[in-house]
Nanobody, 130 residues
Framework: QVQLVESGGGLVQAGGSLRLSCAAS????????MGWFRQAPGKEREFVAG????????YYADSVKGRFTISRDNAKKAMYLQMNSLKPEDTAVYYC???????????????????????WGQGTQVTVSS
């Protein structure tokens, strides 16, 4: 029902920038709340950033606040993650995720939970060298 495809990953030196994109195949993109997660080797998948259906609210993990910016373009059915001041510890596979928007208010605890998202992309590798 919902297909997600990430792009924009690659190799970059510490301090550099990358912009990730997530393209969604869905009839009504604005019905989806969206998020970015990442998973490094040997670690659990962790929340990076989230954005509600209209873009009216954004959420960030403490580790990326001030460095990463999440955004979306509902007309293009796309979501983005601008990553600046990259660090070696940012190295991971980054995943785009989506769930049908909440009828009630969103919260950090819900948006940041892996279990809340039924739809996932295949992931894109981000490697930051020192």
């Amino acid at each position: 029902q919902v297909q997600l495809v990430e792009s924009g990953g690659g190799l970059v030196q510490a301090g550099g920038s990358l912009r990730l994109s997530c393209a969604a195949s869905v009839r009504t993109f604005s019905n989806l709340d969206m998020g970015w997660f990442r998973q490094a080797p040997g670690k659990e998948r962790e929340f990076v950033a989230g954005i509600t259906w209209s873009g009216g609210a954004t959420y960030y993990a403490d580790s990326v606040k001030g460095r990463f910016t999440i955004s979306r373009d509902n007309a293009k059915k796309a979501m983005y993650l601008q990553m600046n001041s990259l660090k070696p510890e940012d190295t991971a596979v980054y995943y785009c995720a989506a769930h049908w928007r909440y009828s009630n208010s969103a919260s950090y605890s819900r948006v940041s939970s892996v279990s809340e998202y039924p739809y996932w992309g295949q992931g894109t590798q981000v490697t930051v060298s020192s």
